[in-house]
């Protein structure tokens, strides 16, 4: 039904590397070729790195990092 924004709550958190890389790519081919936004709340630091915006919540509050 090609929403314009997903919420993402850990996609990859109980994945292995390789089926988490691949869910990554699915998500970039998605937002380049639909136009879709990901909201990922994650605690995987490398994922947060390959997002294109990161914000970083500390005890409730959107902190800089």
Same mark, same amino acid.
Do not use: W, Y
């Given at each position: 039904?090609? *929403?314009?924004?997903?919420?993402? $709550?850990?996609?990859?958190?109980?994945? $292995?590397?390789?089926?988490?890389?691949?869910?990554?790519? #699915?998500?970039?081919?998605?937002?380049?070729?639909?136009?879709?936004?990901?909201?990922?709340?994650?605690? $995987? *630091?490398?994922?947060?790195?390959?997002?294109?915006?990161? #914000?970083?919540?500390?005890?409730? #509050?959107?902190?800089?990092?």
């Amino acid at each position: 039904n090609r *929403p314009k924004i997903v919420f993402a $709550d850990e996609p990859t958190g109980s994945l $292995d590397s390789a089926n988490r890389d691949e869910i990554l790519a #699915l998500m970039a081919e998605l937002n380049r070729s639909l136009g879709q936004t990901f909201v990922i709340v994650t605690h $995987d *630091p490398d994922l947060a790195r390959m997002c294109d915006r990161s #914000l970083f919540m500390r005890d409730g #509050l959107f902190v800089d990092e």
